[in-house]
């Protein structure tokens, strides 16, 4: 294959499997690759350009910063602040693109917050506050060690004071979170998200704030947010708990809550959400929709003709009803009203009906004897038209 013309999808398959043999070599050799740092970066330099010459440059560069961060995960001077500038100053100098540094800046902030160095590592990362939302609670943890103990205070007066100047300071750090509010998760996609220090700093911080401003709301939908992409299920659920109780007519924990209970398959506690839902909000489509899905899952007829019969009164557009209809007569087996929705779906849908041929496709795998693979079947058709209708319905949760 011409290496000019060579797919980027191509590219990092060979990628990987280069970055696999460089990590199991870093781990092999980590103390030699520590004292002969020009040496290594000039080998993996060399293994590119011999492998990939043409590989676009972002490529390259996401290449060499994975290989910089493993060394540094296995080196024994991690710790060392002159070593990790060191590390960084030389994959700095070997990557293609001169646009900044700011994975090795805020990875360094970090080491410096992990070696106690608290004062320059705000000083560090200050600057990286809307790149992820561990920044925020990472600066304000800097500030909020540093404070005086309460319990530190000798007399009435100190008492009533109030907070210190530092703790000041890190409060504004988390009010600063919501303001901004950045990315979540996206230090991961950089390939430095997951951190136990960093995390378990935002999670201390997180909680610092909710005592301290216990109504506001954006503390809660970041934690909810990070707890979902982190898959900590436990956090999730005491967050919601929280906010569903404080905030009991806000829809967005009301949305994740819904989503909570449904991922757990909680056909009653999904049932109890929608009608919290629906009391709160009782002209939106939104809860009729979640009524609708709940009630093909579960196959109930009377639920859903009751749904059903509330959509139609709030004008629910007829692509999304035809195609429900035909995802509720699927999972409840009826085969032959099934391929009446289609047609339906076809006049509906007019000269844009090419989605039927996929679901023709779908409606022929439901009559296999393959259990595993009908149940595969009905787990793509549920989401496929889960996913057309939200964004139709312009609902948030898409």
Known sequence: MDMVCQPDAIARVKLNQMKKDFFDYIEKKSEKIDSSLPVFFGHVVATLEKNLPNVNDDLYDRFLDSITLRVLDTSTMSSEIS???KLFDYAERNKR??????????????????????????????????????ICPAIAYCSFVRAPPKEGATNAAELVRGPSQKELEAREQMIDLVRINPPV????????????GVNKIFWFMLKQAI???????????????????????????????????????????LRELYKLKYESRDAGGVAGVIKQMTQQYPDDLEPI???????IITTREEVYFKFRKMAMSKNIP????????FGFEMMSGKHFEAHACLDEIKVVFGPHHYYVILLEFVAHDFLSDDEKKVKQVKKAMIESIDEYCLKLLKIKDA
Do not use: C, H
């Open 289 to 295: 929709y979640y009524g609708l899905k709940l009630a």
């Open 211 to 253: 005592e301290w401003f216990p109504d506001e709301r954006g503390f809660f939908r970041i934690g909810i947010e990070k707890a979902s992409k982190d898959g900590r299920r436990d956090v999730r659920e005491e967050l919601l708990g929280i906010a569903v109780e404080r905030f009991f007519d806000d829809m967005y924990f």
């Open 185 to 196: 998760n996206r230090l991961r996609e950089m390939g430095i998200g997951d951190d136990p």
């Open 83 to 85: 070593f990790v500038e």
């Open 97 to 134: 693109k001169k646009t900044g540094k700011a994975l090795y800046d805020i990875v360094l902030g970090i080491k410096m917050i992990n070696n106690g160095k608290y004062a320059e590592a705000i000083e560090q990362l200050k600057k990286y506050r809307n790149v992820d939302a561990v």
């Open 318 to 325: 007829q692509r999304a009803l035809v195609l429900l209809d």
